[in-house]
């Protein structure tokens, strides 16, 4: 590499005292002394010096000589040579004046002009023989910078301002860089020429910028946390993935469910809630909307609920709540009633079937509208002329014949007696006193109140009176307060055994004799009881004696003598024997005379202590715990009440008669229920099997929720399914609604629809996109841009490149051409949004003012444009050549029509000479200028695209239209 201090190293011309011509150099490495060339040139002038000293001293010298030189040798002798300075004398004794003094050709510095740099401030000493004195006069003068590592304008700094540098370049590095970064201004270091990197790499970002000049647009490394960035919490926490689009905007690429991107705006992430929301509820642009309904949006799913006084009698949401259930006849108050209008006329007001008329002889008697009139008033007993006149059935069989009620037949014992059928059979025979067995014999009778009874006269007599002879003729004729034969009532005679009867207030009372008691309290049998003797009554009412196994067994003048021991008794009733039976182990005797130890349906009966035992035989057991009255009294076998056990009951839950086999519940249930739990003993049969969705028909039937809402009736599945699903097969509690509409290709939108049958033109497979057909595939050669699947695939494509480096071999205009593609009467399509059509195009160059290429754009439709390149590595930068702009689209969006005109310097002169008047502030077209004022085209061939900037709904037919003629102004 050049260095500064060769730089330094520059040629000086010497002052011409010194030799015309004569060159001194600086010594690069400022030592002291001369040059290398000085040092020649000095020792050339001393050896001069010395040649013309020796002619001088060889001369003939004048008499008296010089004052100076003493005129003789030796005055010469006394000019004492010392170094030669820069003085003005000739210190050197050589008869030279200030000849190479000491210090000429030394390097200095230039002091005068002040403040000088670079080259033009150092230079070599010289002697100023004017001014005898050493000088370092300015020999470098500034020119211009080249790249040669010399501070040529001497500035101070080495190559600065080469005229070369900051022209555009393209860096080469080893690796290389790409993208922006190889983009470089030529420069100059240390005298050699270079490309300066300009644009350094920077972080990747989305921006459709390769930053990071990996060779890669937009490989972000973190795209998620570069995207998120400056959006809200709830934004950020909506989107799953962030991706960079083509165009270098961050999109959201997933999103977190339920969350969704339907609005397509990466600002808002993914606004849309699908879980909830009426707009897209559980996709996008799914809305909740019935008529006369109020619709939410839950799980994903809609859900509607109908206004007041509507409703979804139909159950498909489709039309909504269709009927208004005030004034609906077929569906009046709510669904599936009908109003019924039977031999008369009906009507629904307010949601209640309201009956106006009925027919003559009709009436509607139970207000019942759903059945019309449905009485016949002619013949009806209960409605009989009118719908308040019901004929009486007391005690009667009525008849309603031609609107009057009448009495077929009466009841045993009873009778119409006052001929009102009104009242039906009026009359008890058998107790009624003015008609006692027939109507009208009356029950007439003295000394008491007359009755019929069981059809005949009787009398009631008062109070202590009594009719004792039963003859109703005579009355009541005893009077039962004292009669001691009839006393209290007839028949009842006081005894007078023992005794002296009374009878007083129609009671009997007895004075007895001594020795005897009335013990049973019963006057008629008298003093029954001796209590001198008996020793049951011994002394008294109910003091009785034992005899064997007793303490005292008689009684003597009403005194027992013994009576029984512990643990007998006398069983016999016979004092004579005593105490007789043994009553702690008798079996018929059991603790007490007379209980028998012998219990039924019982084994091994035993009295031991007094207490019966016994063993149950197998299926009965003592469950009232009175095994010596009734033993084991339950069978529990059978009896449904203890069913297994004394403690086990069958449920009367929901069976029609509790029952019990072998132990076991087995009550059968009711119509309708069922034991889905196997525990008839407790919770009976508690299944509702004709209404509930989980148990439908049948224990183990569950109805299917998928996709709908479950119902059950008469134990059979039903289901209304959520909007967009259906029950196709016909199996609601199988497999639910288990076609989603609106994507299944042979059911969409409806059961019957079956997009993958029947295909349109063109069409090779087709596909369900929210309920509606849409096409899959097309035949080739065949597009569907309108997206309707009745017209198929109605879009013919063509085979034209959809990327810049395929685009097909350059079609070439010749100068004064005109040239249709594909041809005058054909057409190339434009058959979707990414559709992109690309074409080589070449003008061939020329200088001339023939040279005019434009490229018009043939579309009637008005979508389509096209933009023009040079080659295909800078098609993010296209020619903006067209002749005046084309208003309603922006630049960014292509032209229809791109026209070249010539330019340059001699553009002006084949403009005058084409058109002398024409608008010379009209500006030059030429997209690839030249170097020397006018133009030379460069690039012959240009790379045309044509596209559309909005979005395709139709197939687009175009053509191109190139021609190469001069024209100016220019033309479309």
């Not at 808002?268 to 707009?279: F, S, T």
């Not at 019957?752 to 849409?774: D, I, K, Q």
Request: with cysteine.
């Amino acid at each position: 590499m050049k260095r500064l201090a060769w730089a330094i190293g520059i040629l000086v011309v010497a002052p011409t005292w010194l030799g015309c011509g004569t060159i001194l150099g600086l010594d690069k490495d400022y030592e002291e002394g001369p040059l290398p060339g000085a040092q020649t040139d000095a020792g050339d002038a001393a050896s001069e010096a010395d040649a013309q000293a020796k002619d001088v001293s060889n001369e003939p010298k004048p008499e008296g000589g010089d004052a100076q030189e003493g005129g003789d040798a030796t005055q010469e002798e006394a000019c004492v040579k010392t170094p030669e300075k820069c003085d003005g004398i000739d210190n050197d004794c050589d008869g030279v004046i200030d000849n190479n003094p000491q210090g000429v050709g030394t390097p200095c510095e230039v002091k005068t002009p002040a403040n000088l740099k670079g080259p033009c401030k150092y230079s070599a000493t010289v002697c100023d023989k004017t001014a005898k004195q050493l000088d370092c006069p300015q020999t470098v003068f500034a020119g211009s910078e080249t790249c040669d590592g010399v501070d040529n304008d001497c500035n101070g700094t080495v190559d600065d301002g080469y005229q070369g540098s900051g022209q555009p370049c393209s860096v080469v590095t080893d690796p290389p860089v790409f993208g922006p970064c190889a983009t470089g201004q030529t420069n100059c270091l240390e005298g050699d020429k270079g490309c300066t990197q300009t644009v350094k790499a920077l972080p990747e970002s989305c921006n459709a910028i390769d930053d990071d000049c990996n060779g890669t647009v937009d490989d972000v490394a973190d795209i998620n946390a570069e995207c998120s960035e400056g959006h809200t919490p709830s934004v950020k926490a909506s989107v799953a993935a962030w991706v960079c689009s083509v165009q270098g905007k961050c999109v959201v690429g997933t999103c977190v469910k339920p969350y969704e991107d339907c609005d397509g705006l990466p600002d808002n992430g993914c606004e849309a809630n699908l879980l909830i929301e009426l707009g897209h509820c559980g996709s996008c642009i799914t809305f909740c909307d019935a008529m006369n309904a109020a619709a939410t949006c839950s799980t994903g799913k809609c859900h509607y609920t109908c206004d007041a006084t509507y409703a979804n009698c139909n159950d498909d949401w489709t039309d909504g709540c269709e009927s208004h259930l005030p004034d609906d006849m077929t569906n009046c108050g709510a669904c599936g009633h009908v109003c019924v209008a039977t031999t008369g006329s009906s009507e629904c007001k307010a949601g209640l079937c309201v009956v106006n008329s009925c027919s003559s002889g009709l009436g509607d008697c139970d207000s019942d509208p759903d059945n019309g009139c449905e009485t016949d008033l002619a013949t009806s007993e209960i409605h009989c002329a009118d719908c308040a006149t019901a004929c009486s059935t007391f005690h009667a069989t009525p008849a309603c014949v031609a609107s009057v009620c009448q009495v077929t037949s009466c009841d045993n014992n009873w009778a119409d007696c006052d001929n009102n059928a009104a009242n039906g059979c009026e009359v008890n025979l058998l107790d009624d006193v003015n008609n006692c067995t027939t109507c009208g014999n009356k029950c007439t009778s003295t000394n008491g109140t007359p009755s019929c009874n069981g059809g005949k006269c009787g009398i009631s007599c008062p109070t202590g009176s009594g009719d004792c002879d039963g003859v109703f003729a005579t009355g009541c004729e005893v009077n039962t307060n004292s009669d001691v034969s009839n006393c209290g009532k007839c028949g009842h005679v006081c005894s007078a055994i023992h005794s002296t009867p009374a009878c007083t207030n129609g009671s009997c009372s007895l004075t007895c004799t001594g020795g005897w008691a009335d013990c049973d309290a019963d006057a008629s049998n008298g003093c029954e009881t001796d209590l001198v003797n008996d020793v049951l009554h011994c002394g008294g009412c109910g003091t009785p004696c034992i005899g064997i196994n007793a303490t005292d067994m008689t009684c003597v003048a009403g005194e027992c003598v013994n009576t029984c021991v512990v643990g007998f008794g006398d069983c016999d009733g016979d004092p004579h024997n005593g105490c007789e039976t043994m009553t702690s182990n008798d079996l018929a005797h059991c603790g007490t005379c007379g209980v028998l130890c012998n219990p039924s349906h019982a084994q091994g009966a035993n009295c031991i202590g007094g207490v019966c035992t016994a063993t149950c035989l197998a299926g009965w057991d003592d469950c009232d715990g009175n095994l010596v009255l009734n033993g084991c009294e339950t069978n529990l076998l059978a009896d449904p009440d203890h069913c297994g056990s004394c403690s086990t009951a069958c449920s009367h839950v929901h069976v029609t008669t509790p029952s019990c086999n072998s132990g076991s519940c087995n009550s059968p249930c009711a119509t309708g229920w069922a034991d889905c739990d196997g525990n008839l003993q407790t919770t009976g049969c508690e299944q509702n099997i004709a209404t509930d969705v989980n148990h439908c028909g049948s224990c183990t039937t569950k109805c299917s929720t998928l996709n709908g809402t479950p119902g059950c009736g008469g134990g059979q599945c039903s289901i209304t399914c959520t909007s967009g699903f259906a029950d196709c097969n016909n199996n609601p509690g199988g497999d639910g609604c288990e076609i989603n509409l609106k994507n299944d290709p042979v059911h969409c939108g409806t059961c019957t629809t079956n997009c993958t049958t029947s295909l349109p033109p063109h069409t090779t497979s087709g596909t369900c996109t929210t309920g509606a057909c849409r096409v899959a595939s097309c035949g080739a050669g065949w597009a569907d841009t309108d997206q309707q699947f009745p017209d198929g695939c109605e879009c013919q494509t063509d085979t034209i490149a959809d990327a810049c480096t395929g685009a097909a071999t350059a079609t070439t205009v010749a100068v004064g051409a005109t040239i249709n593609l594909p041809d005058a009467s054909g057409w190339y399509t434009i058959s979707s949004s990414s559709d992109q059509d690309w074409f080589q195009l070449s003008f061939p160059p020329n200088n001339t003012c023939d040279y005019g290429p434009t490229i018009k754009l043939v579309d009637a439709s008005n979508q389509l444009r096209i933009q023009v390149f040079t080659d295909c590595s800078t098609t993010t930068t296209w020619l903006s050549c067209n002749y005046s702009g084309e208003s309603g689209f922006a630049t960014g969006a292509g032209f229809r029509t791109w026209d070249f005109t010539y330019g340059g310097t001699m553009n002006d002169k084949c403009r005058d000479c084409a058109n002398p008047t024409c608008d010379s502030s009209q500006p030059d077209k030429d997209p690839t200028p030249g170097t020397s004022g006018y133009f030379l085209p460069k690039q012959p061939i240009f790379y045309v695209r044509v596209f559309s900037p909005a979005t395709v709904t139709q197939c687009l037919p175009y053509r191109l239209l190139l021609t190469n003629k001069a024209h100016w102004p220019p033309t479309p």
